[in-house]
């Protein structure tokens, strides 16, 4: 097993972290170097563009090749850049001959308020993930690949970005890897606790946060809820383990339970874990399974007394998704029998449990002790603008909202457009009248809806002063419509309007 890093003297690892900001080996610092083609590249897994814009002897230049690159170098130009003596007596950088190489992969990560932060992971999964890494049952210097710890992947962007991040006494990380969560937990909580099954995870964690100049976390090792078994927390996030597969292979990625048992197990168990009003969200895998409708199969998962918005982003048939994940095992690179035989593996696994294709997406439960949950699973594989935890937030409190109004609260309450809301008309060139109008949304989820002539210009005049009754009598006026006909026949429309964040009720 391979030796990690030690931060257990605070100053030597300050000096590290200022040797990292001085060399502006940062997320802007790299994009100014690299270059946009060059840095996207790194997240394919592809270096060459990144070796060419090295080829310098500055120390941004030594960063890059050193953590990102993994490529050793000169003694003397590692020392232009890094403390390091204290590199080498902590573990960061290993001798190789007239060399220094790294350790671990260290990738500059921009927080959401400006912060410099560094993710740490093992050799070769900051980049391009696991499948990255050459080689048949072992990773770098030796350890086995079931116990890999990955760095920031697509994922884990996604799941930080939908995270609320409204400031709480506690938050829970629950199946932590390489930290990203509990390092954006500890910005707005006051107690993060971060657990994970893999032990090697939570050294990696501990070094992201200390490396990052964060607060330690309460790290705990076990499986789910184990390690937490009679605590509550206000937020609790996971990227788990979420990949369907036939067996257990790799600890980051296969939850060993079958199917999509372990996501359902999260979800179900989530409620006796959150204090009233908290949030839990997850990201997750979940079958689609012959002769059951997905979102009636996932809306079960629900426990009671919790809100739910469920939103599916992709849905793979099983032979694409099989194929993904070989790959990412680096499973492509075996003999040709061997690749056979795990595929054949995979399809059998799906076969017998009647699944016919994987959706991926996230689940956000909020304990709202409501005796009428709102359980929301919409497909909606459209684009969005990250971060949503403010949308996701105001999402729920539309709801409580909706809830508690009857059509005769509906009506007197005030709303309000939501910001960057545009109205398209559609029809034919010339035609006096559209044949319909559209609204969307340029922020958020970035939904459309169609609406006729009174909800657009409803919509239109909500700027918070006037009640939704007053302005019904006043568009019946203008169109000579019966004001009680119309105030029967539009709240329904309000709501659609209101549950989908088209407007927003105003306080009071």
Same mark, same amino acid.
Request: net charge negative; aromatic share 6%; charged share 25%.
């Given at each position: 097993m391979?030796t990690?890093?030690s +931060?257990?003297?605070?100053?030597?690892?300050a000096r590290l972290r200022?040797?990292?900001l001085a060399?502006?080996f940062?997320a802007?610092?790299l994009?100014e170097l690299?270059?946009?083609?060059?840095?996207?590249?790194l #997240?394919?897994s592809?270096?060459v563009?990144?070796?060419?814009a090295?080829?310098?002897?500055g120390?941004l230049e030594?960063?890059v090749?050193?953590?990102?690159?993994q490529?050793?170098?000169?003694?003397?130009r590692? =020392? =232009?850049?890094?403390?390091v003596?204290?590199c080498? #007596?902590?573990g *960061?950088l290993v001798?190789?001959g007239?060399?220094?190489?790294? !350790?671990?992969?260290v990738?500059?990560y921009?927080?959401p308020d400006g912060?410099?932060?560094?993710? %740490?992971?093992?050799?070769?999964?900051?980049?391009?993930?696991?499948g990255?890494?050459?080689?048949?049952?072992?990773?770098?210097?030796? +350890?086995?690949r079931?116990?890999?710890?990955?760095g920031?992947g @697509?994922?884990?962007t &996604?799941?930080?970005?939908?995270?609320?991040? &409204?400031p709480v006494?506690?938050?829970?990380?629950l199946? +932590?890897?390489?930290?990203?969560?509990?390092l954006?937990a500890a910005?707005h909580?006051g107690?993060? +606790?971060?657990?994970?099954?893999?032990?090697?995870?939570l050294?990696? #964690?501990?070094?992201t946060?200390?490396? !990052?100049g964060?607060?330690?976390?309460?790290?705990?090792?076990?499986s789910?809820?184990?390690p937490?078994?009679?605590e509550?927390y206000?937020? /609790?996030?996971?990227?788990?383990p979420?990949?369907i597969s036939p067996?257990?292979?790799?600890t980051?990625?296969?939850?060993?339970?079958?199917g999509d048992d372990l996501c359902?197990t999260?979800?179900? @168990?989530a409620?006796?874990?959150?204090n009233d009003?908290g949030?839990?969200?997850?990201?997750?895998?979940?079958?689609?399974?012959?002769g059951?409708? *997905?979102?009636?199969r996932l809306s079960?998962?629900?426990?009671?007394g919790?809100?739910? *918005?469920?939103?599916?982003?992709?849905?793979?048939?099983?032979?694409?998704?099989?194929?993904? *994940?070989l790959?990412?095992?680096g $499973?492509?690179? &075996?003999a040709p029998?061997?690749y056979?035989?795990?595929?054949?593996?995979?399809l059998?696994?799906?076969e017998?449990?009647?699944t016919?294709g994987?959706?991926?997406?996230?689940?956000?439960?909020h304990k709202s002790?409501s005796e009428?949950p709102? %359980? /929301?699973?919409?497909?909606w594989?459209?684009?969005v603008?990250?971060p949503?935890?403010?949308? /996701?937030?105001?999402?729920?409190?539309?709801?409580e909202?909706?809830?508690?109004?009857? $059509?005769?609260?509906?009506l007197?309450?005030?709303?309000r457009?939501?910001?960057e %809301?545009?109205q398209?008309?559609?029809g034919?060139p010339?035609?006096e009248?559209?044949?319909?109008?559209v609204?969307?949304?340029?922020?958020g989820m970035?939904r459309a809806?169609?609406v006729?002539?009174v909800?657009?210009g409803?919509?239109?005049?909500?700027d918070?002063s006037?009640s939704a @009754?007053?302005i019904l009598?006043?568009?019946?006026?203008? %169109?000579?419509?019966?004001?009680?006909?119309?105030?029967?026949r539009t709240?329904e429309a309000?709501r659609?309007?209101?549950?989908?964040?088209?407007l927003?009720?105003e306080?009071g």
């Amino acid at each position: 097993m391979s030796t990690l890093p030690s +931060t257990d003297d605070p100053a030597r690892t300050a000096r590290l972290r200022d040797a990292l900001l001085a060399a502006a080996f940062t997320a802007d610092g790299l994009l100014e170097l690299l270059g946009a083609p060059a840095y996207a590249a790194l #997240a394919r897994s592809e270096t060459v563009p990144a070796l060419r814009a090295t080829r310098g002897d500055g120390p941004l230049e030594t960063l890059v090749r050193l953590f990102l690159l993994q490529r050793p170098v000169p003694y003397a130009r590692a =020392a =232009a850049a890094l403390p390091v003596a204290d590199c080498l #007596a902590d573990g *960061w950088l290993v001798r190789d001959g007239d060399a220094v190489r790294a !350790s671990v992969d260290v990738r500059p990560y921009g927080g959401p308020d400006g912060q410099d932060w560094w993710i %740490v992971s093992d050799l070769g999964c900051a980049v391009g993930g696991a499948g990255g890494i050459a080689g048949g049952g072992e990773g770098p210097a030796g +350890t086995d690949r079931s116990e890999l710890v990955l760095g920031v992947g @697509g994922a884990s962007t &996604t799941l930080a970005g939908i995270t609320v991040r &409204t400031p709480v006494a506690s938050a829970l990380d629950l199946g +932590t890897g390489s930290g990203i969560q509990a390092l954006h937990a500890a910005q707005h909580a006051g107690r993060v +606790t971060a657990t994970d099954l893999n032990p090697r995870a939570l050294r990696f #964690a501990r070094l992201t946060l200390a490396l !990052s100049g964060a607060p330690e976390a309460d790290l705990r090792q076990g499986s789910l809820f184990e390690p937490v078994a009679d605590e509550t927390y206000d937020l /609790i996030v996971s990227n788990p383990p979420f990949v369907i597969s036939p067996g257990a292979r790799l600890t980051y990625r296969d939850g060993g339970m079958g199917g999509d048992d372990l996501c359902r197990t999260l979800v179900g @168990g989530a409620a006796a874990r959150l204090n009233d009003g908290g949030y839990c969200q997850l990201l997750a895998n979940w079958q689609h399974v012959e002769g059951e409708d *997905w979102r009636e199969r996932l809306s079960s998962w629900v426990p009671a007394g919790c809100d739910a *918005w469920i939103v599916q982003r992709e849905v793979q048939d099983v032979a694409q998704y099989a194929e993904l *994940w070989l790959r990412d095992a680096g $499973d492509h690179r &075996t003999a040709p029998g061997e690749y056979a035989a795990r595929y054949d593996a995979w399809l059998e696994e799906f076969e017998a449990r009647r699944t016919r294709g994987v959706g991926f997406g996230w689940i956000t439960l909020h304990k709202s002790g409501s005796e009428r949950p709102s %359980v /929301i699973a919409e497909e909606w594989p459209h684009p969005v603008e990250q971060p949503l935890g403010a949308s /996701i937030r105001a999402h729920f409190e539309r709801q409580e909202f909706l809830r508690t109004h009857d $059509d005769a609260a509906l009506l007197s309450a005030h709303f309000r457009l939501a910001p960057e %809301v545009v109205q398209e008309q559609v029809g034919l060139p010339g035609a006096e009248d559209p044949e319909h109008v559209v609204l969307r949304q340029n922020r958020g989820m970035r939904r459309a809806t169609k609406v006729d002539t009174v909800g657009a210009g409803f919509a239109g005049v909500c700027d918070g002063s006037l009640s939704a @009754g007053r302005i019904l009598d006043a568009i019946a006026q203008l %169109v000579g419509e019966d004001p009680v006909l119309l105030r029967d026949r539009t709240p329904e429309a309000i709501r659609l309007l209101v549950e989908q964040g088209f407007l927003t009720p105003e306080a009071g």
